[in-house]
């Protein structure tokens, strides 16, 4: 790729409470990465505009960074929108693991894998945490169905040994076994034809304590440390999983996470919305981050993380469609849903109750912080360098139109406002193009 000016208008968090919204010129250079930043009317930006390969973005389009995606089951994709029915102990049995038991099939992972990837390019998302399955060729199957459309992906081959959780037919047979394919799936991944630059990356990927052996987990820390790969799991999800964990291990599963060497530097928790203050203070410490998950939480959790308390100790946190326990691709949609479940949480929902009691005071977060989190939050938290469209990090960004339909913004809109209107109505309808990394992934 060859180096570009883009010009436009530019819409970026500077932090999760300001935004700011300016006509900027961006130098993209050969490596993808954001060399240069200009505001119109300055003579640095007069330079970059005379560059030949300018990409100049119409007045009636707005870009935004990409949308990092935290947490997101890609072998679950056929099953968004159905199978909410019945609490997470009886969904994985039920429905869950005889479907990603499928996965033993490449050709259908591929089938799967080819449509979810195009569908979450539709929707922004330039980076994607996926958990896929136990099996190595059909995760191998999403690795590179990542590099084939340009998405930036970290891929979980998921390890899971326990007899008491897992199904005969859906587990490693031994934490050997687990550790081996997992040590394989690294440098499968790291060696993928097209990969040198490692825009998609293996992650150590335990299902969750219950799914794991002690054997297996202990393993797994060493394992991240020894190949220096980080680790993605799920951690106090619901009320059943973290007593399960208190039980087993006499501790949370962010301390037990910690003990087995798993919590480290850019770590991802999915959900953790019984996470304790000491627990946060504990990601926080290692440099590990939370992936917020609002729809799901809704179905299985049976409360709503503090994202306010997340944001205000300064704990990383992004958002995550968890498909299939979330319905729905899109990072936009869970950002609304962030803004609705902190509401519900500040209020609380029950109208019996009087409403000095009803519910969590202080615990909302605004539209510009739900903007925040989809693009900024989840990239810092997984230490990768984009979310901002400023120099250093890399050109992963979105052209939003913004003249027809629900979109239309007003011109004289502040950027508080136009954050609050993008974070509601933005849509694939509304996202022209896509780029990733400098490279133009959708037209
Ligand atoms: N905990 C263990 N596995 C899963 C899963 O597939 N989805 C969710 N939401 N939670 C889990
Ligand atoms: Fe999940």
Known sequence: MSAFVVTGRALASRTPQETVLENVALLVADDGIIQRRAICGTQAYQDLQSSETLVHLPDDTLLVPGLTD???HAPQWPQAGTALDRPLEEWLGTYTFPLETRYSDAAFAATVYEDLVQTLLRNGTTTALYFATIHEEASL??????????????VGLVAMDHPDLCPPNYRQASAQDALD?????????RALPGNEAGLVQPVITPRFIPACSDALLNGLGALAAEMNVKVQTH??????EHHHVLERTGQTDTSALDAFGLLRDHTILAHAGF??????????????????????????????????????????????????????PSIFENARQAVLASRMLESGTNPEIPPAKRGLPN?????????????????????VPSGQLLPGQAFDALELRCTSGSLRLSSQGSAASCAQKIVCHASPETIDRVWINGRLVKE
């Not at 199957?141 to 970290?154: D, N, P, S």
């Not at 951690?235 to 059943?240: F, G, H, K, N, R």
Request: net charge neutral; proline share 2%.
């Open 70 to 72: 935290l947490h997101i």
């Open 141 to 154: 199957v999403l690795a590179r169905t990542c590099i084939k459309y340009g998405q930036r992906g970290f």
């Open 181 to 189: 394919a997992t040590r394989r799936f690294i440098h499968a991944v």
């Open 235 to 240: 951690a106090s999800e619901s009320d059943w």
């Open 275 to 328: 996470l304790n203050q000491n627990d946060r203070t504990l990601v926080k410490e290692r440099n590990a981050g939370l992936a917020h998950c609002p729809i799901s939480n809704a179905f299985f959790a049976g409360a709503a993380l503090p994202v306010r308390d997340v944001l205000d100790e300064h704990v990383h946190c992004g958002l995550g469609t968890d498909i299939s326990g979330g319905y729905s």
């Open 363 to 383: 615990h909302r977060i605004d539209f510009q912080e739900a903007f925040w989190l989809a693009t900024r939050g989840g990239a810092e938290a997984l230490g």
